[in-house]
């Protein structure tokens, strides 16, 4: 062959090379969970239609209230919507741990709230309920992060029966600094595989001061929803802060990360959580009274996570930030919180297609 037309042919070579690559990944299933739009309150069937208009596959319910109603009628009319749009359902609620600071004490007993998710997880089709035990302030309270664990089992062997009956998998959610994954892992073991996975949120490892990618590597065997966003990690005089960002905006390792996650989790669904509008978290890990929340942390995982932090700097891009848990925001922030969510969400969904090849409804 001459060598003008053997280098013409590289360039083909490299493409069909490509696309070959792409196309032997394994496929997964592109959604949001509900809460990335909360601002907009909209409810059941229109939260759908909004996921069909962006040519998706899935969707997250991340609350019951979410659905606009929990009587039959309506859980039937949202069932029968997804079913047209052919758009999976993953179900959600809130906290289930009668001990964590974030259970609603004035509500009902954890059992009888979890057997009101499961059922209407059944009545709009969903296989699994996301939940989750608490927040990083349970790390620190009067009852160790071990007892919270225990409630948190408890609840959940307490509904064993009943969730096996309606074929719904409960899906614990490492939520926002409550649980390290190897403590997540505990809580399905011992209340039960069978009935119990995790919902993977790569988002909130860093509260834990920990490196996304060991939370998939350990959590992995038991996923069956995520929470995906993404994370800009830089150090301070005291340690780390981390701010989360809508995907491509921060410096987590997103490509490495759904590589992984296509060979351990090909059968999960990847639901978007972009959650922006919040200022950046300090995590003082060169305080001593910092490591009184993670006593038991192995050295060799905080290194993964200072490594990411080594690599990053604080977040240069345009950011409302009012929306601020307990924070009294001015009634003019709502219609740009609105944008922002939207927007955010929206480049969220592009940059998975574009960078990530994540999605099949989008391809056709």
Not at 63 to 86: E, F, H, I, M, T
């Amino acid at each position: 062959m001459l060598r003008r037309t053997f280098l013409q042919t590289i360039p083909a070579a490299a493409m069909a090379a490509k696309a070959s690559a792409a196309a032997s990944e394994v496929p997964v299933k592109l959604g949001f969970d509900t809460y990335s739009l909360r601002a907009f309150k909209w409810k059941g069937v229109q939260l759908l239609d909004y996921a069909a208009s962006q040519k998706l596959d899935t969707i997250q319910f991340s609350a019951l209230g979410d659905y606009g109603g929990l009587d039959p009628a309506n859980l039937q009319k949202v069932k029968d919507r997804a079913a047209q749009l052919n758009i999976q359902i993953d179900s959600g609620m809130g906290c289930i741990c009668e001990t964590s600071k974030s259970f609603a004490k004035n509500g009902p007993p954890a059992r009888q709230q979890l057997l009101e998710g499961l059922r209407a997880s059944k009545a709009v089709g969903a296989k699994a309920m996301r939940v989750y035990m608490g927040s990083s302030e349970d790390r620190l309270g009067p009852l160790p992060i071990e007892a919270h664990m225990e409630t948190t089992i408890k609840a959940f062997r307490s509904v064993r029966s009943e969730a096996l009956d309606l074929g719904v998998k409960i899906a614990l959610e490492n939520h926002s600094g409550d649980m390290q994954a190897r403590e997540v892992v505990t809580v399905i073991k011992e209340a039960g595989k069978d009935f119990v996975g995790s919902c993977l949120d790569n988002g909130n490892p860093i509260w834990c001061v920990e490196d996304p990618m060991v939370s998939l590597e350990t959590l992995a065997p038991y996923v069956i929803t995520t929470h995906i966003r993404d994370s800009i990690l830089f150090e301070y005089e005291h340690g780390a802060a981390g701010q989360w960002t809508a995907l491509g905006d921060g410096n987590i390792d997103l490509t490495g990360f759904v590589k992984r996650f296509r060979e351990l989790c090909p059968q999960s669904t990847m639901q978007l959580e972009i959650i922006t509008g919040r200022p950046p978290r300090l995590m003082p890990y060169l305080d001593a009274e910092f490591w009184k929340a993670f006593p038991k942390m192995p050295a060799w995982e905080f290194a993964r996570f200072v490594a990411i932090a080594k690599k990053g700097h604080p977040f240069m891009g345009a950011m409302v930030i009012e929306d601020v848990p307990g924070l009294k925001k001015a009634a003019v922030m709502d219609e740009a919180l609105k944008e922002q969510q939207r927007v955010d969400l929206e480049r969220s969904f592009e940059y998975a297609r574009k960078k990530l090849n994540v999605g099949i409804a989008w391809r056709g």
